[in-house]
Structure formats: structure tokens, C-alpha cells
């Protein structure tokens, strides 16, 4: 099936571990995006790659560092998990020419205990 | 000042009905996109409709539609004829151009539930 996948889907994980989640999408598109989206339901957008490169970088806390070894995959990886890092974190994709649409991965709910 | 802001945060319709989500934006930039998005109960997100900030005509897409007052910076999403698969959270979108890149905002969602 063409979509954006995410893994894991659930991690459950304690205090100042590190971990990655992984994001692939096999649309062909040259963007991918990672939101974050907390137990009030308010998303925010982390990071955008284009092309593997970093087009935006919102404040978040330099624990975590996206990395896309190529244009179709783009993994988030958090140093030092603090529990306020628990929430939602949605991958998403956008086709050329049309920044209009995004399409989400299924989303990876992190627990920081 | 919120860039996004969506004031129902639970609404109901009755099957069948036609329903609008509220959505008001905050911008100086002259060029920009809105979007909604669906969250069902499942929890993924859907895309459902973009407007530009240029785009002459409201945008459609099947029974959803964007009602787009440039004017008062509103955009509103409409639902016709409800489906009981149209419970979910909403979400309202903005995107500015910027140099350094596309910056976007997200509302804190409304919560659509249909009523047979």
C-alpha cells in the first residue's frame, strides 16, 4: 500500500533514555514533516525536510534532532526523554508543487514514565 | 494573538444536516494557505480541503466545502448532509510562506459528533 508509516505505534519508555521513531512514505513526495500533538490535542509542527534539507526548525528543544537519510524516510530521534515529551508525534508527507496537501502517518504515541 | 483559532470546541449535528465548523486566522503575510484536517476517534489525520489565499472561489471537495471571507479571516468549513462517519475532531491550518520556509499553525479542533 502507498502511504506514510510510522514506527513504533506505541513506546513506552522511562526518563532520560533515548529513542527514535521512524517514518517512511513511499508516495514520492519531497517533503516530511513532524508534529507533535499533546493530551490537549493541540498540534504543532517540529520540523519539514525538503529534499534532506531542514527548511523549518520551530523551537524545540535541541533533544530532538530529525534525520533523513533520504527522501523518503525522515526519523525523529529524542535524547534524554523528559516526561513532557509524552504526547502524540505525527509523520507527514507533501507532493511536489502541491505544499497544499499533507499526508499523515498513523502516529506514535510516546509514554515517558 | 492565537495565528489560529477554532471556538467550538464540541459541536452536534443531526444526520443528514448540514454542519459549520468555525475557524478565524491571524496574518499580515499576503500569501498563504488554509487547511482542514479530520482526526477521527482512530486517532490518524486526514486531510479534507485547502484554500489559497489567492483563490478566487471557495474550495470544494465532494460534501465538504470551505467558506472562505478573506476579509473578516475566516474559514469555515461546511459538512453537508452528515454521515455518522463524520464524528471526529476538526482541525483548522494555516500556512505561511515565509523565506526560511513554510511556517504552520494548527487550532485546538472542535469535536464534530453526528446524531442518528
Known amino acids: 500500500d502507498t502511504a506514510v508509516s510510522q514506527t513504533p505505534k506505541y513506546l513506552v519508555t522511562q526518563m532520560g533514555n533515548d529513542k527514535s521513531i521512524k517514518c517512511e512514505q513511499n508516495?514520492?513526495?519531497?517533503?516530511m514533516y513532524w508534529y507533535k500533538q499533546d493530551s490537549k490535542k493541540f498540534l504543532k509542527i517540529m520540523f519539514s525536510y525538503n529534499n534532506k534539507e531542514l527548511i523549518i526548525n520551530e523551537t524545540v528543544p535541541n533533544r530532538f534532532s530529525p534525520k533523513s537519510p533520504d527522501k523518503a524516510h525522515l526519523n525523529l530521534h529524542i535524547n534524554s526523554l523528559e516526561l513532557g515529551d509524552s504526547a502524540v508525534y505525527f509523520c507527514?508527507?507533501?507532493?511536489?508543487?502541491?505544499?497544499?496537501?499533507?499526508?499523515f502517518g498513523p502516529g506514535t504515541r510516546l509514554t515517558v514514565t | 494573538a492565537q495565528k489560529i483559532t477554532q471556538t467550538q470546541p464540541g459541536m452536534f449535528v443531526q444526520e443528514k444536516e448540514a454542519v459549520t465548523l468555525d475557524c478565524t486566522y491571524d496574518?499580515?503575510?499576503?500569501?498563504?494557505?488554509l487547511f482542514w484536517y479530520k482526526q477521527p476517534s482512530s486517532g490518524e489525520m486526514i486531510f479534507l480541503i485547502y484554500q489559497g489565499s489567492y483563490d478566487q472561489q471557495n474550495a470544494t471537495e465532494g460534501r465538504y466545502s470551505l467558506n472562505f471571507q478573506k476579509a473578516r479571516k475566516s474559514a469555515n468549513l461546511v459538512i453537508s448532509a452528515s454521515q455518522l462517519g463524520d464524528s471526529a475532531m476538526y482541525f483548522c491550518?494555516?500556512?505561511?510562506?515565509?523565506?526560511?520556509?513554510?511556517?504552520?499553525?494548527f487550532g485546538t479542533g472542535t469535536s464534530l459528533t453526528v446524531i442518528p
Open positions: 508516495l514520492g513526495h519531497d517533503t
Open positions: 491550518a494555516m500556512r505561511e510562506n515565509r523565506d526560511t520556509g513554510n511556517q504552520f499553525y
Open positions: 496574518t499580515s503575510d499576503p500569501s498563504y494557505g
Open positions: 507527514a508527507s507533501s507532493p511536489p508543487a502541491r505544499k497544499n496537501e499533507q499526508y
